[in-house]
């Protein structure tokens, strides 16, 4: 069989330890097999950044810029026992961090359901993904002890040098205070993002704040949503036959309770960060979550919501048997070939990355998986393989499907 073309480089971004090893597994038995790989390389390992002084994290994200679309291995997020470990000349930001700042985006996290694995939330038919707005609130304050009595006041300095105040408390005793912000331009992104996205997987918008509580910060997201939406996707919402709603916050976690899932909800910062966590752990793993960071301006950046999984790579190079999910990181691959696909017109592509989901899928509700699985199924009989075999699998039941 002729292998499918592309006709427009991919954005390939390498990364570290045990996923470093699936990437090249998953290249090698899963993808070159059946297509003419087109890729822009760019190696992410932590000892490429460290010899390009992080350069090339920047150059893989002006590259995005350029193909729209990437694939992106997980990475390793330095801090004082990597720069010891890796001889490091900087403790090098996050490289997930630094293509954020540049595409300025929002990520989206949705998990792969599979029969046999049920959400602990026994209603949840359908995924639900998390849009979290990834800038300022509490993750950018500045707070201060209040040691006694006295007076704290919130002071705006224009420019021009006028200012404007408001009243934060008079205390009587000690206490704390807390000053946050966020940018309308900031807040437009992330409203932008989240409604292209919607518009893309043809699902629903929630977004929910706690905007009667907070009538001017609170209340200004939930404006700035409905004032993009109405004049630029309200028609294209219409008509894709999807909806945005806007809720309170609390009633939004109540309706997500009780739904069956098939939607995405968008969350401030603070919302996202802690309901992501309890989303990916009620739907079962976190290795079968994936991420997508989407910018305003439809630039796609796939990859897996897990780490580089260290426990498991020391096992690898002390040449022990490991049994490493590689799910996430094939549809990382799987949503970056498709998207490419849709931009091409190459549906030859498009169907390549069905096929390949469907085999992953299919080889699970079979009863063939990794342990982390094996160990919550619901399924008997189950056949637990190594990371190789897993992924051998995998290539078996692709070639039945092809
Ligand atoms: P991790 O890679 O997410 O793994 C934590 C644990 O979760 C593993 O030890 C394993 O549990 C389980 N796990 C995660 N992914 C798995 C998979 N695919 N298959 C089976 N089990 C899986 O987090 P970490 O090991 O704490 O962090 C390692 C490095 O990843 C850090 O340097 C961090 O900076 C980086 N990181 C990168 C990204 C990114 O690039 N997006 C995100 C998060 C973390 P058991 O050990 O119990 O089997
Ligand atoms: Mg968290």
Sequence with gaps: MAKIKMTTPLVEMDGDEMTRILWQLIKDELLSPFVELNTEYYDLGLEHRNETDDQVTKDAAYATEKYKVAVKCATITPNAARVEEYNLKEMWKSPNGTI?????????????????????VRNWEKPITIARHAYGDVYKASEMKIPGAGKVELVYTAEDG?????????????????GMHNLSGSIESFARSCFTYALDTKQSLWFATKDTISKKYDHTFKDIFQEIFD??????????????????IDDAVARVMKSKGGFIWACKNYDGDVMSDMLSSAFGSLAMMTSVLVSPQGYYEYEAA???????????????ETSTNPVATIFAWTGALRKRGELDGNAELMDFAGKLEKATIDTIES????????????????????????????????????
């Excluded at 954020?100 to 694995?117: E, M, S």
């Excluded at 408390?169 to 807390?178: I, K, L, M, R, S």
């Design 100 to 120: 954020r700042a540049i595409l300025d985006g929002t990520v989206f996290r949705a998990p792969i359901q599979v029969k046999g694995i049920t959400p602990c």
């Design 162 to 178: 006028s200012q404007e105040s408001v009243l934060v408390h008079e205390f009587d005793g000690p206490g704390v205070v807390q």
């Design 231 to 248: 004049a630029e996707y309200k028609e294209k919402f219409d008509a894709a036959g999807i909806e945005y709603f806007y809720t309170l």
């Design 306 to 320: 897990h780490g580089t999984v260290q426990r498991h790579y020391y096992k690898h190079l002390k040449g022990e």
């Design 367 to 402: 009863g063939t998986m990794t342990k982390d699985l094996a160990l919550i199924t619901e399924l008997k009989d189950v056949n637990t393989l190594n990371t190789q075999d897993f992924i051998k699998a995998i290539r078996t039941t692709l070639e039945g499907i092809m």
